[in-house]
């Protein structure tokens, strides 16, 4: 097994408890999140999502159903 190291941040408490929430859901720890985000940096050489002073409109959610429907076709 390779070696590991012990990583420490200081993070908002509410921040960390929703997301802890939602890892639980997805049946994970934040230490099993926190190594997909660096494997997907790692991998990608670079952030994994787009961070921009300039984000795009969220899409409602009948947008996103047509999207989806354009995209898979019929189910």
């Not at 929430?21 to 997907?40: C, H, V, W, Y």
Request: net charge positive; hydrophobic share 45%; aromatic share 10%.
């Amino acid at each position: 097994m390779a070696a590991s190291t012990l990583f420490r941040a200081r993070v908002p408490a509410e921040r960390l408890k929703r997301a802890e929430e939602i890892f639980a859901r997805l049946g994970m720890k934040t230490s099993d999140a926190f190594n997909i985000f660096l494997a997907q940096v790692e991998l990608r050489n670079d952030m994994p999502f787009t961070i921009t002073t300039n984000a795009d409109r969220l899409l409602t959610t009948q947008e996103q159903g047509k999207t989806w429907a354009n995209a898979l076709g019929e189910y």
